[in-house]
C-alpha cells in the first residue's frame, strides 16, 4: 500500500501545480488590467494638464 500512497503524493502535487499555474495566469490578468488602468489615469491626467498649459 505505500507505493500507492507516493502515487496519491504526486498526483495532489500535480494538481497543486495545476492550480497554482492557473492562479498565476488570473493573476497576471488581473494586475495587468490594474496596471493598464492606471497607467491610463496617469497618461489622461498629464494630457489634460498639458493641454491646460498650452490654453493659458
Known amino acids: 500500500g505505500t507505493r ?4 496519491n503524493e504526486e498526483e495532489v502535487g500535480k494538481n497543486m501545480h ?3 499555474h492557473l ?3 488570473q493573476l497576471d490578468d488581473t494586475v495587468e488590467k ?3 488602468g492606471i497607467i ?3 497618461v489622461e491626467h498629464e494630457v489634460e494638464r498639458s493641454a ?3 490654453g493659458k
Do not use: H, M, R, Y
Not at 500507492?4 to 502515487?7: D, L, V
Open 34 to 36: 490594474e496596471v493598464s
Open 23 to 25: 492562479f498565476g495566469e
Open 52 to 54: 491646460e498649459e498650452v
Open 40 to 42: 491610463k489615469d496617469l
Open 4 to 7: 500507492e500512497k507516493e502515487g
Open 18 to 20: 495545476g492550480t497554482l
